[in-house]
């Protein structure tokens, strides 16, 4: 096992045997969870009010476990970390740290309007196999990234746009967590993302959660009901499925789709959106 200390600090870092420094310093994640802890540690001392002021916590090493590379040959690169920290004070008193490691992701609540229905409204939902959770069917809100051309990608949105030929724009989009969030930041002294933590004692990954509001004719919507569903018929990994928006809190276990109908409804009621 190779390890080097971070710049400017004494900072240990442990490797394991297919990771380099480089590599690690240039993964886009760890150089942003790495930014927001160093900033959140630094408060302590700086904000007499802290509640760890006088009894100030440190980052001592932070030793990589594993790592999961997507592509191969040139476009080999990281996927997932799995690493510990030692976080500690002068007591040696510890705070927990493992830490799985994959960056943000984006979601997408994709609302229906059929032309001529005053306050029906519908949502895209994808169905599709969740290894992680043990499912084959896995009922969610699409989500991805956002690509270099600022458009929403991945699977989901490809199957979208396959299968209702609705391309999802970014300036069509509208940020559910920014206009939700941004009052509450604001007076937050540590530097997080306005976004949404489903696991934050063990990851990393934040959600930007956005909607997009789509006009259809009735016709529309009614061959979709039958045809979306139906994909998995003929082979598709991923299939799409309509619910009415009133019913989406009941209608999935996700907890991208639970925080978006949340978002949404609090937003609403507020006159925001």
């Keep these: 096992m190779s390890s080097f200390t971070l710049p400017s600090s004494v900072i240990q870092v442990n490797l394991t045997p297919d990771l380099t420094r480089e590599q690690l310093l240039k993964f886009h994640p760890f150089s942003s969870w790495l930014s927001k802890l160093q900033h959140s540690l630094s408060l302590q001392s700086s904000s007499p009010d802290h509640p760890f002021h006088g009894e100030e916590y440190s980052l001592k090493s932070i030793t990589i476990q594993s790592v999961d590379f997507f592509g191969s040959g040139d476009r080999k690169r990281i996927g997932f970390i799995k690493f510990s920290t030692s976080v ?52 969610e809100l699409p989500a991805g990234m956002i690509d270099d051309a600022g458009t929403f990608a991945g699977a989901a949105a490809s199957e ?26 604001s007076g937050e002294r540590e530097k997080l993302e306005e976004a949404v933590y489903p696991s934050p004692g063990g990851s990393d990954e934040f959600m930007k959660i956005f909607a997009h509001v789509h006009k259809i004719p009735q016709d529309t ?53």
């Design 88 to 139: 500690k004070n002068s007591k040696g008193e510890s705070i927990p740290g493992s830490v799985f490691l994959r960056g943000g992701s984006v979601v997408i609540l994709l609302v229906l309007e059929p032309e001529g229905a005053e306050n029906e409204r519908w949502v895209v939902l994808t169905v599709q196999p969740r290894i992680p959770a043990g499912s084959l069917e896995m009922v």
């Design 160 to 185: 979208i746009e396959e299968e209702c030929g609705i391309k999802i724009p970014e300036k069509k989009l509208i940020d559910l967590t920014s206009l939700a969030l941004n009052g509450f930041a």
């Design 221 to 273: 919507l009614k061959d979709w009901k039958g045809k979306l569903t139906g994909l998995r018929d003929h082979g598709e990994k991923i299939a799409l499925k309509l619910v009415k928006l009133e019913d989406l809190w009941k209608e999935t276990r996700d907890a991208k789709a639970l925080s978006a109908i949340a978002l949404w409804d609090g937003l609403k009621r507020e006159g925001r959106i």
